[in-house]
């Protein structure tokens, strides 16, 4: 009887021990993960935000031709868009962890693709014109579309500069974590991730 | 006195088989156990003078943007000839190191409007187009260097900027971006 005490003491030792330990290595790094998120949180209302504007001119230009001069008079239509758009990331897409690894503290931040944030404006700029009546017209003497030809162009260019600013997005974010890390002490540790992974 | 003596052994045993349950368990666990009774003061530490370690160039901002320029018949109004280059931009802070002791106050007092304006980091040629009578020369030396004279195309493109009501909006944004850097070196008030 006195035995089947015994063992349910240690039992009961052996729990408490195993209890103790379960909170301890986390609980240290709790204070310092939550003032970092809370500063972030504070200053940000996303993370990074990289604004790419994008001018595209339209140039239409048409010289008229008779018999008796070779050169008649030239008539320019000159259009002018801008589009801007921003990249970064929603502030709840970034998972930002202080954790303990071989006795350093890191600052361990998972970030997903950047994304456009935002809608895209887009405003004409005035510009100067031969003529105001003359009609654009196209490679093949009809009215061009010209409203047409510029939104294909910028949506081209946009496109062909997107990865360089994602690139540029994502050194934004490098540098702010970057600097997060050396203001409170820790090492950084950034993972991008990609689109599948998460 | 026998139960006394019952609960005295009862105790020893207790304690045994914690010191070899701890033991048995890696000492790791004991520590962490020993830890959790040792007396703890509190202390907390205000860092006023935090500095950036590096020097970062930050950019804030990207821009495709045209440069046009007009010849013109002698009346001044009927244009000629076209000239259109297109440029990329990229735009930012060169060294936010010499910025943070002038603007870091400023920042901290969350004042974007204080912050200085970007700068042109670099602007990169991407293809060009003359239209009428405008020669190709004369369209190419707005990206002529010279060892004494700075590219006119530079000074276009902030010109342009400028014109197209882009650059209040860069600058805005990229004065937003830096205090959001700077602010990480403000000693705020212990979060509790």
Redesign the interface.
Known sequence: MKWI??FA??NV??L???G??FQ?PDTQEKPIE??IL??IRQ??TEIA?????????Y?N?Y?SKNLIRMNGK?Y?Y?R?D?A?VFYGYPLKDADIKVVTENNQRLLRVKLSQPKQVGGMSR?I?P????DPNYVPLDEKGEKADVEKYIKERLDK?IKM?EE??IE?TR??SQ??F???A??FGLKLQLEFISAGEK | MKQFKFIVIIGVIVAIFVVIGNIYLRSAYFTALWDRFIPKGEQSISIQALQPKRADKLFTAFAYIPIIDYKKENDGKTIKGVCSREYTVDIGYNDTLKLFDQYHEAACKNDFQAMPNPALLGSDFVEAEEKGDYSKTDCDSFDTKTSTTRKKSDIEILTKLGEDGQWNKIAENSKKILTRYLRIYCSEPSLK
């Open positions: 005490n015994i003491l240690l030792s052996v408490f021990v195993l103790c330990q301890t939550q003032e809370a500063k200053d940000n935000n990289l604004e790419a504007s994008y001018s595209i001119n140039v230009f010289q030239k320019f000159i002018n801008v801007t405003y700029v510009n100067e014109n031969n260019t500069y360089k600013r540029s050194e934004m540098i702010y970057q600097n997060i050396d203001r």
